[in-house]
C-alpha cells in the first residue's frame, strides 16, 4: 500500500542551489533525497489503497490547476529540522503564506 502526501514541485534552479547547499553545509549521516525528489510538502495522508489514491488525485486536479495559474509563491526556507526515524533531514520556512494554508 503506497503512502501518499501532497507535495508541490520546485524549480530545477532551486532544486540545484539546495542541493549546492547540502553538499557544502552537511556532513553528518543522514538519508541524502536526490535533488529530483525534492518539492514542499502540503500535507501527508499516509497510506491507502489505490482506488483511494486515484480518487484523490481526480478530485484534486481542479484545485491545483487553479492554485498554479495564480503564479509561484516565494518562501524564506529559514530552518532545518529532521524526521527522527527515517533520518530525514530537510529544511522548511517558519512563514507559511494563506495560499499554501488554503491549498494544504
Known amino acids: 500500500m503506497p503512502r501518499l502526501f501532497m507535495g508541490l514541485d520546485i524549480s530545477d534552479v532551486d532544486k540545484k542551489a539546495i542541493a549546492d547547499w547540502r553538499t557544502a553545509h552537511l556532513n553528518f549521516t543522514f538519508k541524502e533525497i536526490p535533488a529530483q525528489n525534492f518539492?514542499?510538502?502540503?500535507?501527508?495522508?499516509?497510506?491507502?489503497?489505490?482506488?483511494?489514491?486515484?480518487?484523490?488525485?481526480?478530485?484534486?486536479?481542479?484545485?491545483?490547476?487553479?492554485?498554479?495559474?495564480?503564479?509561484a509563491i516565494k518562501l524564506c526556507l529559514d530552518h532545518c529540522e529532521h524526521f527522527k526515524k527515517p533520518r530525514v533531514y530537510y529544511i522548511a520556512n517558519s512563514k507559511i503564506p494563506s495560499r499554501l494554508i488554503t491549498l494544504a
Open 39 to 71: 518539492h514542499i510538502t502540503l500535507a501527508f495522508i499516509g497510506n491507502i489503497d489505490r482506488k483511494t489514491q486515484t480518487d484523490l488525485q481526480k478530485s484534486m486536479s481542479t484545485p491545483i490547476k487553479k492554485f498554479t495559474n495564480n503564479g
